[in-house]
C-alpha cells in the first residue's frame, strides 16, 4: 500500500479562490499541508492579492507553507502574442524571485477555434520556449510545461511524448545547454 504523504501534496488556489490569501496559507496549515500553488486567473486578476511581496514571504514562514509555483502563463505557445508573452513572462518571473516562488506554469492555447495547423502549433510552441529559455535560464525559475487534456482540443494538441520532443528540439537549438533551463513535464491529474 504506497501512500502519497502530506509532504508531497500542494493545493491550488483554485479550490478556495474566494478566501483571502492569508486565510488560504492558514487553511493550507490547518490541513497539514505546507505547499501551494498561486494563480493570476481568480476573480480581480491578482495573484498575491494586493500583499507586498515582502508581506507574502512573511505569510509563507509564519504558516511554514512554501509557494511551488505560480500557474500560469496562459496561451504561451501563440506566436502572434509572442512579444506580450515574453513581457508577461517577465512580470510573473520578477513576481516570482519576490515572493520565494520556484516555478511558473505554462499552459498552451487550448482555444476550440485555433485555426493553426499541428505543424504551426509545434513551430510556435519550440519558438515560444526557445524565447523563454534565457529567461528561466538566467533567473534560475523553473517553467513547468502543462499539456492540457480538454477534450475538445486534445487532439490538436501535442500529446505528452510529443513535448519530450519538443524540448529535444529546443536544447538542440539553444546555445547554452538546456540542463540550466529547467522546464518540467507538469501534470495536475492523478
Known amino acids: 500500500n504506497r501512500m502519497i504523504t502530506s509532504s508531497?501534496?500542494?493545493?491550488?488556489?483554485?479550490i478556495y479562490p474566494k478566501?483571502?490569501?492569508?486565510?488560504?496559507?492558514?487553511?493550507v496549515k490547518d490541513l497539514d499541508l505546507n505547499k501551494i500553488e498561486l494563480r493570476n486567473d481568480l476573480p480581480g486578476g491578482k495573484i498575491?492579492?494586493?500583499?507586498?511581496p515582502g508581506q507574502l514571504k512573511e505569510l509563507s514562514k509564519k504558516?511554514?507553507?512554501?509557494i511551488l509555483t505560480i500557474n500560469a502563463l496562459q496561451k504561451f505557445n501563440l506566436g502572434a502574442i509572442?512579444?506580450?508573452?515574453?513581457?508577461?513572462?517577465k512580470k510573473l518571473i520578477n513576481l516570482s524571485l519576490s515572493i520565494g516562488c520556484k516555478a511558473i506554469?505554462?499552459?498552451p492555447n487550448n482555444d476550440i477555434n485555433d485555426k493553426r495547423s499541428s505543424e504551426k502549433i509545434f513551430k510556435e510552441t519550440v519558438k515560444a520556449l526557445k524565447s523563454f529559455g534565457p529567461l528561466f535560464q538566467d533567473s534560475g525559475i523553473q517553467g513547468y510545461l502543462e499539456p492540457l487534456g480538454f477534450e475538445a482540443y486534445l487532439v490538436r494538441l501535442p500529446k505528452h511524448d510529443d513535448y519530450l520532443y519538443v524540448l529535444q528540439?529546443?536544447?538542440c537549438i539553444l546555445p547554452r545547454r538546456c540542463e540550466l533551463i529547467r522546464y518540467k513535464i507538469y501534470h495536475n491529474r492523478f
Open 8 to 14: 508531497r501534496i500542494s493545493l491550488n488556489r483554485i
Open 169 to 171: 528540439q529546443v536544447y
Open 105 to 107: 506554469v505554462l499552459c
Open 63 to 66: 504558516y511554514g507553507v512554501e
Open 19 to 27: 478566501l483571502k490569501l492569508e486565510d488560504f496559507f492558514k487553511f
Open 48 to 52: 498575491i492579492n494586493g500583499y507586498a
Open 82 to 89: 509572442l512579444p506580450e508573452t515574453i513581457k508577461e513572462l
